[in-house]
Structures are given as structure tokens and as C-alpha cells.
Nanobody
Framework: QVQLAESGGGLVQAGASLRLSCAASRRASISLAMGWFRQAPGKEREFVGSINWDGDMTAYADSVKGRLTISRDNARDTVYLQIDSLKPEDTAVYYC??????WGNGNLARVDYWGQGTQVTVSP
């Protein structure tokens, strides 16, 4: 079992940047692809981006491509999500996810572990 704990969310103004962190509970996470999803009020949870186990492949949703960067530090069992040029429509709960499934197109079709989520609110 792997526990995921997100941090770094908060209230920011449009145009600002934010870095979210996701700490995994044990070293087994280095064999897992990791990623982020988000869920805005009244909407379904959507894929944001992902990174494979050794960090040499990433995938991003078209809606956020160019503004997001995912990275990981396996020595710290931590994955990061850098969001630049934040917009009010980025307001959502951001969830960390881990997958032991095949990489495929990187959209984490199979998620084995979820974090509790961290709220990001972007004011106009």
C-alpha cells in the first residue's frame, strides 16, 4: 500500500505560479508512474499530467500544456507539479495519483493509489 500526501495548494491571484508536491509513503513508489488530476466544482475529475517511473517521459492534458511541468525526485519519493500563469479556471482540488499499469499514452488510465487532494483557488 502506498499513501500519497499532497501539499502546496492555496489561494493565489491570476498570473501567479504555484508548485504542488506529492510525497509517497514508501520507496516502492519509484516503480510507479505518478501524476496529477484535478476536479473543479460541479465537474468530473480530469487528467492533468503524468511522469513515468524514472522521469524521462511526461504527458500533459492539452488544456494545460505549456503551463505545467511535472518532475519527480525519487530519492525523496516526491513528485512535483509546477503551474505557471494560473487562471481562474484552474481552480480545483488537485489530486496526486500513482499507477502500476503500462505507460501507454501517459494518461494514467489505471490509477492504483490516490491522494486526498489539495485545494487550489485562483482569484481574478
Amino acid at each position: 500500500q502506498v499513501q500519497l500526501a499532497e501539499s502546496g495548494g492555496g489561494l493565489v491571484q491570476a498570473g501567479a505560479s504555484l508548485r504542488l508536491s506529492c510525497a509517497a509513503s514508501r520507496r516502492a513508489s519509484i516503480s510507479l508512474a505518478m501524476g496529477w488530476f484535478r476536479q473543479a466544482p460541479g465537474k468530473e475529475r480530469e487528467f492533468v499530467g503524468s511522469i513515468n517511473w524514472d522521469g524521462d517521459m511526461t504527458a500533459y492534458a492539452d488544456s494545460v500544456k505549456g503551463r505545467l511541468t511535472i518532475s519527480r525526485d525519487n530519492a525523496r519519493d516526491t513528485v512535483y507539479l509546477q503551474i505557471d500563469s494560473l487562471k481562474p479556471e484552474d481552480t480545483a482540488v488537485y489530486y496526486c495519483a500513482a499507477s502500476g499499469g503500462p505507460w501507454g499514452n501517459g494518461n494514467l488510465a489505471r490509477v492504483d493509489y490516490w491522494g486526498q487532494g489539495t485545494q487550489v483557488t485562483v482569484s481574478p
